[in-house]
């Protein structure tokens, strides 16, 4: 192993068990740089300059990429996901309890009252247990897999960005192998999605995610985008090529959809134009949020929610992100993640030390 392999082992070692906001603060510069390294970023107006300057104290990478990508005239207002990071997401949950219980192996305890996939097995620290939570063999779990004839395959824990999920269908002879690469994932039926979100892409489950946060007593809907696939892939991730539009307060698509190095298209390359397509029970899903965001108040007050629609319309969670959910996709469809100026003014004051 070279040794800038092994330096970066060593750091993601020691941010799991030491300091998860290192890991993130490592992910965010890199990103960044990734961008960087694909699109040219604008060159920031003197007035902007000095907005930025009055507003935060001093300047970052960041504005240049949502200067670029965004609402020049907002140019000032975006906040960088580095800061977010440091001085929201890390404020308003506790990583080390959220990395506990963020495990959807633990869903149909902590979910039991919403709709979620069924699950047909689990495996929990190298232990294959069935849909009750009773120890069984792994060939019981490639027997119920071959009864439901298709199925996906996630890692329950540490999964972002799609990594490591797996679809296998009865006539595919590797599901042993699969099965036996996880120590911890759920096998789950694959939800057949409404048909108004399989219009825009078929091949992937096209979902809804949801930013909450909960301050003052109240649950504030800080941004709402619809995430979807691009050619065959079957995951809609848009750090794993997908795209990601954002959705009005009317739950219709805004017209721009973004990939994740900032480049925009209005039109699906396999589908339909974007503006003006309404996602079916958006409201539904926000009024689902609402309810189920309280029960993680004492570790988790800023949560990423991720809904598909199955075929019959019913909001389905696939996923909480209960710690360091994206913030770039969200700024770059929908604008400064605060909206105005009064409040990102008000957001800064409380949470963000210029110095």
Sequence with gaps: MGI????????????????????????????????????????????????????????????????????????????????????????????????????????????????????????????????????????????????????????????????????????????????MQYNNCVVQEIVE???????????????????????DGDIHILSSILRMGIGDSKVDNVSSGGLACGIDEQGKLKKMAFGADGRSVDKHPQGPVFEGISVPRFNKCKEVCKSIAPRFARFSRLVSWDFAIDKAGNPILIESNLFGGELDFHQMCNGPIFGDEATTKEMINRFYNKH
């Design 4 to 179: 800038k392999r092994l330096l970066g082992k060593a750091a993601e070692i020691y941010s799991d068990a030491f300091d998860p906001l290192f890991f993130q603060r490592r992910y965010a510069h890199n990103t960044l740089n990734k961008k960087r390294s694909t699109i040219e970023f604008d060159k920031i107006d003197p007035e902007t300059n000095r907005k930025i300057r009055n507003l935060w104290g001093k300047t970052n990478g960041w504005f240049d990429f949502y200067y670029t990508v965004g609402d020049k005239s907002k140019g000032h207002l975006y906040f960088p996901d580095n800061w977010f990071f440091d001085c929201i997401d890390s404020v308003l949950n506790d990583w080390r309890s959220c990395k506990a219980i963020d495990d959807k192996c633990l869903y149909d305890f902590l979910f039991a009252d919403v709709n979620r996939p069924k699950t047909i097995a689990r495996c929990c620290g190298g232990h294959w247990l069935d849909e009750q939570y009773r120890i069984i063999d792994v060939r019981k779990v490639e027997t119920v897999c071959a009864e439901a004839g298709k199925v996906i395959v996630k890692p329950s824990v540490s999964s972002s960005g799609g990594r490591g999920i797996e679809f296998w269908q009865t006539g595919q002879n590797d599901l042993p192998k699969k099965l």
């Design 193 to 215: 999605q409404h048909e108004d979100l399989a219009k825009i892409h078929a091949e992937s489950i096209n979902t809804i995610r949801i930013m909450t946060m909960l301050l």
